[in-house]
């Protein structure tokens, strides 16, 4: 009886082996998606002022001049664009301030006398941004080189005009004796920056 048993099983896995080693016939077809690729834009600020074109460099000397105390600068414009493929969020400007003691050692430094007497941008007011840290009275720029600097400058579109920063510089009427013929080289650095929380 094994016998058949064992004859039996066989019988049924060599039907299965068969069965399994059979292959049926189906169609198959391919294709390809081809020049698929993937790059990215720019964000690309360019600046101009009263005497220079739109540029991704630098500009030079948008702002300063010759000052005695009670005397102003004037209005001078900083317009800003961006000229890239992808829209941005905002602008952020900070500045750096190298004070140059020609005759005598000014204490405080000249940029403490030099008020802040106009700050628009895109035709309102931003010096609420500037707080007196050094606690003169009046917003300089010191306190813009100590702050944080301006924030939150709505750039967003792509190409265009621009919008212009302007600024007026006055040197203070208190600005004392010791600071003749000093003078302060001042960079503003601008950061165009594609998301809200930076």
Not at 50 to 68: C, I, K, P, R, W
Not at 104 to 118: E, R, S, W
């Amino acid at each position: 009886m094994n016998r058949k048993i064992l004859i039996s099983g066989l019988s049924i896995l060599s039907a299965l082996g068969i069965m399994a080693a059979a292959t049926f016939a189906y169609f198959s077809d391919t294709g390809q998606s081809t020049g698929n690729t993937f790059s990215t834009g720019i964000l690309d600020l360019e600046l101009a002022d009263g005497d220079q074109q739109f540029t991704t460099g630098n500009v030079t000397a948008s702002f300063g001049g010759s000052l005695s105390p009670g005397t102003c600068t004037g209005n001078k414009t900083l317009t800003l664009r961006n000229n890239g493929t992808v829209a941005g969020d905002h602008a952020e400007m900070t500045v750096a301030n190298t004070v140059t003691d020609n005759l005598l050692a000014a204490t405080p430094d000249m940029d403490y006398y030099l008020a802040i007497n106009n700050l628009t941008y895109d035709g309102v007011s931003v010096v609420s941004q500037m707080t007196d840290s050094n606690t003169n009275g009046y917003p300089d720029l010191a306190d813009w080189a100590s702050g944080t600097g301006l924030d939150d400058l709505s750039l967003t579109s792509v190409g265009g005009l621009g919008k212009d920063l302007v600024l007026d510089v006055c040197l203070a009427s208190a600005a004392p004796n010791e600071i003749q013929s000093d003078s302060v080289e001042s960079v503003f650095t601008v950061t165009l920056n594609q998301d809200a929380s930076l």
